[in-house]
């Protein structure tokens, strides 16, 4: 209570985060209330435990924590001219230092080697990146691209399609002048397809492609095929393309798929825009009344101030809890049910599972739970009244697990409750949809975070750092730390998180060998101004 008083918090303020944590620790105080339920729905509770808040002390703080009256505008200025400019130029040409390879000419080149096909696997953003990779391996090789078939990913279960996700006319167009693409196989080709090659060892399919190949491995390996049959079918593909020892040309046509090409279908982008909007200007805060002092009439057509707004990329599903081998405080039950998860997808050969809990989260190695994300928000100074966009597909636990982060930050939003089912149902049951909207809706936040590096945490980081927009990475190493430490207050864990943090607010980090040109776009595609 001293500590209380010493601070000056309102009495309404201690009553609200009292009620809001006697919401969060309901389940826990009456297991029997809820265990009562577990017959009627048993999947429900048949894997975790509603975890109760892991770091309790730092949780009641920063609920405690006073709304302050105009933003802070440290956390939402945008960043700085940092002196670096997107630099992809034009068409490609022959680079110089490939006139010793096997080309005569590395321009658009009037007769193409032949098809090149190329099959990608995983999530939404790792065969983004391999469609980039995709078009610079049909540079190198004066192949006429086929447009990627997307693979139907194990955890994900979405078979959209290349043409389901992305303009694809907008494609061709933007790369007319550096390659040609084609939507389709032509009829003498149309046996190329995925069953043709599930079925049995075909000399058109390249299987063993190395993982960041060099650009003279697929002139070494592949070209002949090209030369030979008119086609080559790469699978698998994806992180096949080197990120090191390519000609600058090459880096840039990379970039300038990334960032110019793929661009997501229309409807993808209407609801984008229709999340946005609403998340700027919130239906329920009408502009007030404004009377008019001479005639007595009343308007509402006063412009509304666009609100700023965080989106947050929260990768918690079961695969990213199950693969971290972390605990994240549902119990037995939970770390049965992900021990065995490992075991099915894995075979349990997961690195992680070596360590201990301690040890994985003082490297730095466990994704932040909603709890923790909520944590280091707060921290870091965004208060109550902070817009948030909630960016994930399914969140291991459900809602008991985003209760915490929803008691921080109760103007938290997400797909369903900005947009209507009706407004959804293009993109319902599709994972690649879904995170398409988030990738879209993270690219015109003011802020955006991620609890978990991965791709969608890489794929923006890049993309937001090309067009110099505002990026926080947590520092998880720190913050595994810190969350470790039960004794820590909430006075010394915010000193911490904003001094680990100085550094981490979107300023601008150059590419060093073996990173990605996805996730550090300088300088190989941005010039100094």
């Known amino acids: 209570m001293e500590k209380i008083m010493r601070f000056q918090y309102k009495p309404v303020r201690r009553q609200e985060a009292i009620v809001g944590l006697f919401v969060l620790l309901f389940p826990v105080l009456l297991p029997c209330f809820f265990a009562s339920f577990s ?5 429900t509770f048949l894997e975790w435990n509603v975890p109760k808040p892991r770091h309790l002390r730092l949780l009641t703080s920063a609920l405690q924590r006073e709304s302050s009256n105009g933003e802070p505008t440290d956390l939402w200025a945008p960043s700085a001219d940092q002196g670096w400019r997107p630099c992809l130029g034009g068409s490609v040409n022959a680079p110089r230092e490939w006139q010793t390879m096997r080309f005569l000419s590395f321009a658009l080149p009037q007769k193409s080697e032949g098809y090149l096909q190329v099959f ?15 078009v610079a391996v049909a540079k190198i090789l004066n192949a006429t691209l086929v447009i990627p078939y ?9 078979s959209s399609s290349f043409m389901d996700i992305f303009d694809v006319d907008h494609f061709i167009n933007v790369m007319k002048d550096d390659i040609s693409i084609v939507k389709e196989l032509p009829d003498d080709f149309s046996w190329s397809t995925r069953e043709y090659y599930a079925t049995a060892i075909r000399p058109t399919r390249i299987k063993r492609a190395p993982v960041h190949a060099s650009a003279n ?21 994806s992180h096949r393309l080197s990120f090191d020892n390519l000609p600058s040309e090459i880096q840039k046509l990379r970039c300038k798929v990334n960032f110019k090409a793929l661009v997501f279908v229309p409807h ?12 700027r200007y919130p239906p329920t805060e009408s502009p007030p009344l404004i009377t008019d002092d001479l005639t007595g009439t009343t308007d509402r057509n006063v412009k509304q101030m666009p609100q700023k707004f965080v989106v947050v990329h929260l990768r918690f599903d079961k695969d990213m809890a199950a693969h971290s081998a972390c605990d994240f405080g549902g119990g037995k039950a939970e770390k049965l049910a992900l021990a065995k998860y490992r075991q099915r997808i894995w075979g349990g050969r997961v690195l992680n599972s070596q360590f201990t809990d301690e040890e994985l989260r003082s490297q730095g190695r466990c994704p932040l739970t909603p709890e923790e994300i909520g944590l280091l928000l707060a921290a870091l100074g965004f208060d109550n009244s902070t817009r948030l966009y909630l960016a994930s597909h399914k969140v291991y636990g459900g809602e008991a697990r985003i209760s915490t982060l929803r008691e921080l930050f109760p103007k938290m939003e997400n797909k369903k409750s900005l947009a209507s089912s009706e407004e959804r149902v ?5 994972a690649s949809l879904l995170a398409a909207v988030d990738y879209y809706v993270g690219m015109h936040s003011d802020i955006f975070v991620s609890a978990s590096p991965g791709n969608m945490h890489n794929a923006l980081v890049g993309h ?4 110099n927009m505002k990026t926080i990475r947590p520092n998880m190493p720190l913050l595994g730390q810190l969350f470790l430490n039960k004794n820590i207050t909430w006075s010394e864990f915010r000193q911490a998180v904003v001094e ?20 550090y776009p300088a300088p190989d595609c941005m010039c100094q101004a």
């Not at 693979?151 to 279960?157: A, Y």
């Not at 293009?426 to 599709?430: A, D, E, N, P, R």
């Not at 937001?464 to 067009?467: D, H, V």
């Open 464 to 467: 937001r750092t090309f067009e």
């Open 150 to 158: 997307l693979e139907v990913n194990p955890v994900w279960q979405d």
């Open 268 to 279: 993808i982008r209407a609801l984008g825009d229709a999340l946005v909007h609403r998340l």
């Open 120 to 134: 990608l696997d995983g999530g939404l953003n790792q065969q983004r990146m391999g469609i980039c990779d995709a």
């Open 39 to 43: 017959h009627a729905s048993p999947s």
């Open 426 to 430: 293009l993109i319902k049951g599709k």
């Open 217 to 237: 491995w697929y002139l070494e390996n592949v070209l002949p095929v090209l030369q030979s049959n008119g086609i080559a079918a790469i699978s698998p593909f």
């Open 500 to 519: 680990g943090h100085i550094n981490r607010q979107g300023q601008l980090r150059l590419r060093k060998p073996k990173q990605s040109i996805y996730t």
